[in-house]
């Protein structure tokens, strides 16, 4: 126990043991120390003065809430529109140059990518998977705030059975998978499913850092069979430029930086794979 104590310390401070005591009797406090406590009202305050409309970037002008399920740490770089910007870029590029006509995303969590290529291209076809029954709920209010047109199927879990499914409803060579499913992509791409998928496009959040030393290794055996089954190619987080966004120039240098970060344990990556034909 006192360990724990001691680690609440060392990651947030004596404010966090604070937080803690103080949400036991009020659970709308979401943060766990005055630095989350302050980026939350900077990002709550943007969502208010621009009605909830993306500020900056390929998502400008997509209604996002500011509801989530998943934590509070990223919502200031979803409404200025950097959140993993560089992810936002390469699903574009790909859905224009290779004439992508369906998109599944396993992991759609609240549909911040899912939302903005259904509102910014021409992708007709969405299936989003998303397990959690509040993120599908959040899910379902950003897309009809958004007023999409568009055929938007959401489901649980994605699993062989569900893939063999989708197979026989798209032509996998124009379709975009994005998954981010917390090291769960160990289990779901097995042989079977990487053999459907071998025409089809995808983009792969790497979560080996999250998994055991054993299940590291395996997830290395993952990795290269990605390589050897598609051209493989990898993304990882840079810069980010706010100087840009004349919308958040009012802020300070700290509230700036505070207020694009996205709070992640380490510099994230994703693997983008594509059909080897198509080199």
Known sequence: MLNKIFNKVKTDGLDGIWFRIL????????????????KYELSLNLYEEHNNLVIHGPYKGMFFSE?????????GPKIIGLYEFEVQNKLLDLVNNFKIENFVNIGAAEGYHAIGIAKKTKVQNFVLYEIDKKG???????????ELKKNIEIENEANLNSIYELNKKFDFSKTLFLVDIEGSELNLFNDEILGLLKNSFLIIENHKFLLSEAKQNKYQELINKFNDNFSMEIIRNTGRNVSQINEISNLSENELMMISSESRPKMMEWFVLTPKTNI
Do not use: A, P, S, T
Request: net charge neutral; proline share 0%.
């Open 23 to 38: 949400r036991l009797f009020n659970r709308d406090i979401v943060y766990n120390n005055l630095f989350e406590k302050k």
């Open 67 to 75: 509801n989530n399920h998943w934590g509070i740490g990223d919502l």
């Open 136 to 146: 599908q709920e959040i899910l379902k209010d950003n897309i009809l705030n958004n």
